[in-house]
């Protein structure tokens, strides 16, 4: 692996280790001071991480508690607390069976308790028992309809949040009259509190109208029963709870930037809200690699070039892959024939899409790869199959589970020419 490629990799690994969830909740509980009789839910796939460091830092009061994460993502038991896995982004069985369980655990509270609810992204699928009249095939019909379609995490949630029980505000209300003390590991852009993890323990913004605005939108097939349950409005306020965001892709990009910085590059974040289609983005960060290659504007080499969001794929095809891999192998083209250049995007989280691995590195010899083994750029897009192309091309990047979640992480690197 050549410098800039081992370079781009020790930079994400380290700005990861800021986020990561031992460390922002104990500092948050030191800072809170947690007392009296506690109950911990944890719930994302962050969950076990969060709860882990929760039951070490909390040593008086902690009566109960539970984890809710996704399958692979518990490493072994935690004192007091029940441990459950479910599937994501679409929720099942054992999403329900866990949530039943968190709620009963809630649901005879006094006030003299609080609740520490501990909460990162995948919660929206891990997190799910539905409302009256509607099952989990219900759900997980339209989920399927909302993530093809292309539809952002914000009308994705607006829909999920009035077709379940705990969302939009319903699991704090369930937990009343204890007291919810909520702190998230952001995966949502602008870190709107409501639209993470659908917003189990946030009054929503959202309103009814919205979600039959997304409907008529993307033209969603949806049962009439179904369109009854989005009519019906959320929770608009809440006294029970007190709610911090303790980690985001904001703070990974910052901390990127720092560690680029004392390591000689010239850097700057882009953006923390890039939410455009993911090929098109990889176009673009490719084009301004080739301006600062030619013209060093906006940055002279060697620099960093730091960018995180969330973007969306556009399912034409029944490929593999996953929106960071999607935008690192569209970049490759735009890379062909520069020197000392790299291209990492990821999934902080480690698991991008549905497949094993965190998402792809890409520098200017990648294309004259792709072509020599065949791999057409176009076709295999439209096939939205970049994990199989990449993997091929030796520009897969798997980490495993991170234990956090705050969007995704991208980095262009220039070495000197």
Not at 216 to 244: A, D, H, I, Q
Request: contains cysteine; proline residues 3%.
């Amino acid at each position: 692996m050549n410098k800039v490629r081992t370079d781009v990799m020790l930079i994400a690994e380290k700005a990861l280790e800021s986020v990561l969830p031992e460390t922002a909740v104990r500092k948050a509980l030191q800072r809170l001071n947690i007392s009296g009789r506690v109950v911990v839910v944890a719930v994302g796939k962050a969950a076990w991480k969060m709860a882990h460091a929760a039951r070490e830092q909390i040593k008086k009061g902690f009566e109960k508690g539970i984890v809710i994460t996704k399958y692979g993502h518990c490493f072994g038991e935690i004192e007091g607390m029940e441990l459950f896995e479910a599937s994501h982004p679409i929720p099942d069985e054992n999403s329900v069976i866990a949530t039943q369980r968190a709620l009963d655990i809630v649901g005879n509270l006094t006030p003299d308790y609080t609740v520490l609810f501990l909460l990162s992204g995948g919660g929206s699928a891990l997190f799910e028992k539905p409302a009256e009249g509607i099952s989990l095939d219900d759900i997980a019909c339209i989920t399927a309809q909302l993530l093809n379609c292309g539809a952002d995490i914000t009308e994705i949630n607006t829909i999920r949040k009035r077709l379940s029980c705990v969302k939009g505000g319903r699991f704090a209300l369930a937990s009343a009259p204890a007291r919810v003390v909520s702190l998230v590991l952001s995966d949502v852009l602008g870190d709107r509190l409501d639209s993470i993890a659908s917003g189990p323990a946030c009054a929503d913004t959202t309103t009814s109208e919205e979600a039959v605005q997304i409907v008529e939108k993307y033209g969603l097939k949806v049962e009439p029963f179904v369109m009854k349950s989005l009519r019906v409005e959320t929770p608009k306020s809440l006294t029970n709870v007190t709610s911090e965001i303790i980690g985001s892709v904001a703070t990974v990009c910052d901390n990127a930037l720092k560690i680029a910085r004392s390591m000689g590059y010239e850097s700057k974040v882009l953006t923390t809200t890039l939410d455009c289609e993911a090929r098109e983005a990889g176009r673009f960060i490719a084009s301004i690699a080739r301006e600062i290659s030619s013209y060093e504007r906006p940055l002279k080499r060697p620099c960093a070039l730091i960018f995180g969001g969330e973007t969306v794929v556009r399912i034409t095809g029944c490929g593999k892959g996953g929106r960071s891999q999607e935008l690192a192998f569209a970049a490759s083209k735009g890379l062909q024939g520069l020197k000392n250049v790299a291209l990492l995007s990821i999934g902080t989280d480690g698991t991008d899409g549905p497949t094993d691995a965190a998402g792809g590195l890409v520098d200017g010899t990648s294309y004259e790869r792709m072509v020599e083994l065949g791999i057409d750029l176009y076709s295999t897009l439209m096939m939205n199959d970049s994990y199989n192309a990449l993997d091929k091309m030796g520009d897969l990047v798997k980490t495993g589970p991170t234990g956090t979640n705050v969007n995704d992480l991208g980095i262009l690197l220039m070495g000197e020419r």
